[in-house]
């Protein structure tokens, strides 16, 4: 604060404290306090670990290199690396390929069947990591069900799935629909009437979209080609599944601190890991946003958002869809397929029986990921709603920093988080390992940023005067927040929320760290099942999670379609 | 003979799955060089009759003529009738340069004649410092002014215009309108506008079209609009309007109790007067009482309560004359300026 | 938000009592629970448990250095355990019970202590090596086989202990220049590694290799036992073993009844669980079970865990480096 500031303030205390009710001197401490706790949490639970995997790589009785220097070395450790590269950026060319297209297809088209594309492409974000893996080998596994009966009597024998061909598959599967939510964002707010007119000025549907819509979709595009690397980079179960000889520096990571126990040079490898994906981060954050043209013009005029296409251009968008949804029913349909076999691969007669071994072997796990779901959920939702609220709405110092470092979890790739968890929260001060705290509180932080920036864009759009007649009546920041604020925001608040969840119960590359013998988790025991061949309990298992998942975020959108009507009547 | 519109008719299916029509039975002709406006509140069907000029929406019946020939079925890009959107719809992406440049760019007119087109447009509308700008870096009436220039450099027979000056004040609202009205006279261009603004159509409009749900009310220049308006609801949208009984019978009219000497057809029911049309007269043939009334600085804006009317009446400043509510207040209608229905 | 934070801390907090002790296991996550079942019902004691290969087990102790988790680490090969003694990570407990062990099956001071005894053997597929034209491999060079090229599986001999035991066993059967000839050889004849020792078995169960090198306990359970058309077989000039273990975690939370825990499993109540998933117990008094394989049948080398774990590091160093170039 300036001298200024501080002189004036003080003129305004003597003054208020004489004059007015002093409610509204303490409208500021509640802040202060509130913007110090949350500063001290993101430096606890965010940077903190970081700062330790950071500084188990470079600090072994002194400062060092060596690790680095040992890493970049070996072609062991640099193999992994160029692979790791390789792939994320493969992934995030095809995903954002597709999303895009899917994107087009349900904002700018009269596709038939537009709610199923919809629903196609973002069906995989509510599955686990690799149950898409576990498909690829039910179906073009040496022994899978295509390679046997197709792959092989027509090209011949020495297809494999295993290594780039087969992650780049599961991985784009698994990740499109990121892309997609990104573009549907992005086509969402491009005013319609600007192809209008386009048109009107003489040009042809297919410039149009050369020379206006795809321009104004750049921004978009490198946003999603990043965000994509960064998740296929941080990806951890799929490769562990499906990588083959194909290393991938995530897994490297893992097996490097869990089978050589050698923390220092896992943690090298973690930041090796860390770097591009923070380079990803911050390159899309402040320089991709910040050239964004898309704007809402707020009253858009009336317009059909809907134009019609050449056959060509109709044959080619609906053979992206068809191909990407028909993979979808496929590999999906073989999961289902798999959780009703008796013994996948020799005995493939019809069983419910792995649905109730399947539950009874697991009914611990699925007993404390639900509580620990539960609990870390409403959490996470009020973690966001308050960083975003502040952000947006608050004027302190270190604003910016705040907002960095709350989305910085979704850089950085699970498995440093992992081990920097383990590293940071094993001893006192912080000893946290073996409780179930440090599984909500890695819940929490893990997936905070996804409900503050649907909180901060929900927010943007809710006009400040609201809050401020709120304050002009005598309420204070807190009491704002939670009387007007929380209320107009809960639709985006429980969407958030209900996605928070499913992440919950889908998560593995970071928690598989830190679950302990009195708290474990479902995904973790799913991994554990594949690993040792249940196949088929992992098959019952990762349907039922699936619906489950869909069945929350479905009564959800139910809720808030209800809610939403009831606002406007 | 420019435009013209045949028998048009446009329905829609609304989410529910029912028909909706939005244009009925439109019959229009637009001739070379002249400013038409469609008028009417919103969800009248003017937009849509615009759209279906410009080529956005296709006509469920009827069809579109340009210089005689059917355009019913050409497409947006095919027909060079250059619009100025509402939202102006400049391409963020584009210098302003670029924008305005882009229609002839799409002509496949070469380099030089597009920078010496443009150029001349610019300079005309006065965006010359801006030239290099981006969209959001200007101001409403500067975007608006790009929006302009980024259709009158196509040199268009027709221009079309969706409400372009709604989303300025006041005071700009009034300049562009004339600045408008100028060019379009200037280049003998042929305009068909779009406003819910009467004021707005009346100031620049050579023809107005007034609609309502989806009919044509009245086609007019302003003055007959204004005058002689053919609905009661032309009557209420044009202007402010007082609408009586008229009892007629054997050539004797009387209106309000009072008689009035005008030979009008038998079936007319209805009389129009409009308030600046009534004479405060202390010797005037009705008295009523003031029931509200406001100072407006050059008038005086007064309701009167006689027998079960309410009548609207604008009185001219005159003297130190008040009028206060509960008052007692003679006039009479000026025979000349009644208008009956 | 007040009852949020409540909640919080009720269920950070619950869950730990005087009564229970947590463990973790680096047998299979099912066969655990069947163990783990037993004893709570023997004892009364509440086992909270945590299922890890091997390595992962010894790298998380090694991690919880300072503030110990779990109280004993059952199951997983002794080479690890060795490696674990020396890094200090265990605490010697001699069982109470009335049998001596060999010294290779137990530390000398009792850090840890063998539990079960499991050879080295291939899981071969049935369907799969028919269709290939050979026969399963009855000796170490069979797998070497250009019929077999693509189709054999094992782990990575720094994640999984029977992946090491494997690694180890070639090298002191064959001696360092042949043996790392033979395991280059061998390198390009498999698939691609696995984390965990007995995927291989199921990889050969569902055919997605033809034949999978694992623990024979592992093989009989996952192959045949869980129904896959796998056959056993072991390599004529002989093949190493495993001395699967549990021990005492120094400084651990509970460590009354972890000693409890390991005084069970040492008993012949404890072990003679174990036939049932096909492992052969090293307590004297259990004689295995039709069907399941025992010492005599197998032609074992003399396999030395204690020079195994000295040289782990450097093994898998060399071993990296073999498989890379």
């Known amino acids: ?569 | 003979m420019s435009l013209l519109i045949r028998d048009l008719h446009k329905r829609f299916k609304t989410d529910d799955g029912k028909d909706f029509s939005a244009l009925k039975n439109i019959n229009l002709e637009i001739t070379d060089g002249e400013f038409f406006t469609l008028l009417g509140p919103s969800g009248c069907g003017k937009t849509t009759l615009l759209r279906i000029i410009a080529g956005f929406e296709r006509p469920s019946e009827g069809s579109l003529y340009f210089n005689g020939n059917d355009i019913s079925h050409k497409a947006v890009y095919e027909r060079n009738f250059p619009m100025v959107f509402q939202s102006y719809a400049l391409f963020p992406h584009m210098s302003v340069l670029e924008n305005i440049g882009y229609g002839l760019k799409q002509k496949g007119v070469d380099k030089n004649t597009i920078n010496k087109k443009v150029n001349r447009i610019i300079e005309m509308t006065g965006l010359t410092p801006n030239k290099d700008k981006y969209p959001h870096q200007m101001s409403g009436g500067q975007q608006q002014r790009v929006a302009l220039a980024r259709a009158i450099v196509m040199e268009p027979e027709v221009m079309l215009f969706d409400e372009p000056l709604s989303n300025l004040d006041a005071n700009l609202r009034i300049s562009m309108r004339e600045e408008i009205r100028r060019i379009q006279k200037d280049f003998g261009i042929t305009v068909v506008y779009v406003t819910h603004d009467q004021e707005e159509a009346m100031a620049v409009s050579d023809k107005i079209v007034v609609m309502n749900h989806g009919v044509i009310e009245q086609v007019g220049s302003p003055i007959e609009i204004y005058s002689k308006p053919q609905s009661e609801f032309v009557a209420n949208f044009v202007g402010q309007a007082n609408i009586l009984p008229v009892s007629n019978s054997g050539g004797n009219i009387s209106i309000l109790g009072v008689n009035y000497k005008k030979e009008i057809d038998q079936n007319l029911r209805k009389v129009i007067s409009r308030p600046e049309f009534i004479k405060i007269d202390e010797r005037g043939n009705h008295t009523g009482i003031i029931t509200n009334s406001t100072y407006l600085g050059a008038n005086w804006n007064l309701k009167v309560k006689i027998k079960d009317e309410e009548i609207a009446i604008l009185a001219p400043i005159f003297g130190n004359k008040n009028f206060d509510v509960d008052q007692k207040i003679s006039f009479s209608f000026d025979s000349n300026t009644l208008h009956f229905i | ?325």
């Open chain 3, 1 to 325: 938000m007040k009852y949020l934070l409540i909640l919080f801390f009720l269920f950070s907090c619950s869950k730990s009592n005087e009564n229970t002790v947590n463990i973790y296991s680096s047998v299979d996550a099912k066969e655990t629970a069947h163990y783990v079942k037993k004893f709570e019902k023997d004892t009364g004691i509440k086992v909270n448990w945590v299922r890890m290969s091997t390595g992962e087990t010894l790298a998380r102790l090694l991690a919880e250095q300072n503030s110990p988790q779990v109280s004993v680490w059952f199951g997983g090969t002794s080479p690890e355990f060795i490696t674990a003694t020396k890094k200090g990570l265990l605490e010697a407990y001699k069982p109470a019970v009335n049998y001596e062990l060999d010294v290779n099956q137990r530390d000398k001071d009792y850090h840890w202590t063998g539990i079960y005894f499991g050879a080295i053997g291939f899981a071969t597929n049935d369907k799969i090596i028919k269709e290939l034209g050979v026969s399963p491999p009855q000796s170490w060079n069979d797998l070497l086989r250009p019929e077999l090229k693509g189709k054999v599986s094992m782990a990575y001999p720094y994640t999984s202990g029977t992946a090491y035991t494997v690694v180890s066993s070639i090298l002191q059967m064959m001696g360092e220049e042949k043996g790392w000839e033979f395991i280059k050889n061998l390198n390009g004849q498999i698939h691609h590694y696995n984390k965990s020792g007995s995927a291989a078995v199921t990889q050969a169960g569902i055919g997605e290799i033809a034949v999978g090198i694992s623990f024979s306990h592992d093989i009989l359970k996952k192959g045949k036992g869980a129904g896959y058309p796998v056959t056993l077989s072991f390599p004529n000039e002989g093949t190493g073993f495993e001395v699967g273990s549990m021990a005492l975690v120094k400084n651990g939370p509970n460590n009354t009844l972890g000693k409890k825990f390991i005084d069970y499993f040492a008993s012949t109540k404890g072990q003679s669980e174990f036939s049932k998933y096909f492992r052969v117990a090293l307590n004297p008094a259990i004689t295995p079970k039709e069907g399941m394989v025992k010492r005599s049948e197998v032609n074992l080398i003399e396999f030395d865990a204690l020079k195994a774990a000295n040289e782990q590091a450097r093994v898998i160093e060399q071993w990296k480096t073999t498989v890379t170039n």
């Open chain 1, 1 to 569: 604060m300036s001298k200024q500031e501080l002189l004036s303030n003080g003129r305004q205390q003597l003054l208020t404290k004489s004059l007015a009710p002093k409610k509204i001197v303490d409208d500021r401490k509640p802040l202060y306090l509130l913007v110090g706790v949350i500063f001290l949490l993101l430096f606890l639970f965010i940077l903190y670990p970081l700062f330790k995997v950071f500084w188990m790589s470079v600090y072994d009785d002194g400062f060092t290199l060596n690790n680095y220097i040992k890493f970049f070395s070996s072609s062991f450790n640099l193999t992994p690396l160029w692979n790791t590269l390789m792939l994320a950026s493969s992934v995030a060319m095809l995903g954002t390929f597709i999303g895009y297209v899917f994107a087009y297809v349900v904002t700018r088209t009269r596709f038939v069947g537009k709610r199923f594309v919809k629903i196609f492409g973002t069906f995989p974000m509510i599955s686990p990591p690799f149950v898409i893996s576990l498909a690829a080998i039910i179906l073009l596994g040496q022994n899978g069900v295509l390679t046997r009966n197709i792959i092989s009597p027509i090209f011949g024998e020495g297809f494999s799935i295993y290594g780039f061909k087969g992650l780049l598959l599961v991985e784009t599967m698994s990740y499109f629909p990121t892309a997609f939510l990104i573009f549907v964002g992005v086509f969402s707010a491009i005013d319609p009437v600007l192809e209008d007119a386009a048109h009107n000025m003489g040009a042809s549907p297919s410039k149009t979209f050369r020379e206006i819509i795809f321009p104004l979709t750049k921004p978009g595009i490198y946003s999603s080609l990043l965000l994509l690397f960064i998740e296929s980079i941080a990806d951890f179960g799929n490769p562990l599944v499906l990588s083959g000889g194909f290393k991938v520096l995530s897994v490297e990571a893992y097996l490097k601190i869990t089978g050589e126990f050698d923390l220092p040079m896992g943690a090298t490898i973690s930041m090796v890991l860390l770097v591009p994906a923070l380079i990803a981060f911050f390159v899309q954050k402040y320089y991709v946003d910040k050239k964004s043209f898309v704007t809402l013009t707020g009253k858009s005029s009336t317009s059909s958002f809907f134009k019609s296409h050449s056959l060509l251009t109709n044959i080619f968008l609906g053979s992206v869809i068809f191909i990407t949804t028909s993979m979808i029913v496929l590999f999906y349909g073989a999961v289902v397929w798999g959780s009703f076999v008796k013994v996948w691969g020799a005995d493939h007669s019809f069983t419910m029986s792995n649905y109730f071994t399947g539950v009874e072997d697991s009914w611990n796990y699925i007993k404390d990921t639900f509580i620990l779901s539960a609990v870390a959920t409403p959490l996470t939702g009020l973690m966001a709603l308050i960083i975003s609220y502040l952000i947006v709405r608050k004027k302190f110092i270190g604003k910016g920093f705040m907002e960095v470092a709350s989305m910085l979890s979704f850089a950085v790739p699970g498995t440093v988080v992992g081990i920097g968890y383990i590293l940071a929260f094993n001893e006192s001060p912080f000893l946290l390992t073996g409780t179930s705290a440090i599984i909500i509180i890695l819940f929490i932080f893990r997936n905070m940023p996804v409900g503050i920036r649907s909180s901060i864009a929900s927010l943007k759009q809710l006009d400040p005067a609201i809050e401020e007649a709120a304050m002009n009546l005598g309420a204070n920041t807190v009491t704002t927040l939670k009387d007007i604020t929380a209320p107009l925001l809960a639709p985006a608040f429980f969407s958030g929320v209900a996605y928070s969840f499913v992440r919950c119960l889908t998560a593995i590359s970071a928690i598989i760290f830190v679950v302990s013998g009195s708290w474990n988790l479902l995904t973790v025991s799913l991994l554990g099942q594949v690993e040792n061949g249940h196949l088929s309990i992992a098959c019952a298992i990762c349907v039922l999670l699936i619906l489950t998942a869909g069945s929350i975020l479905g009564i959800m959108q139910f809720l808030i379609y209800r809610k939403g009507i009831k606002q406007r009547d």
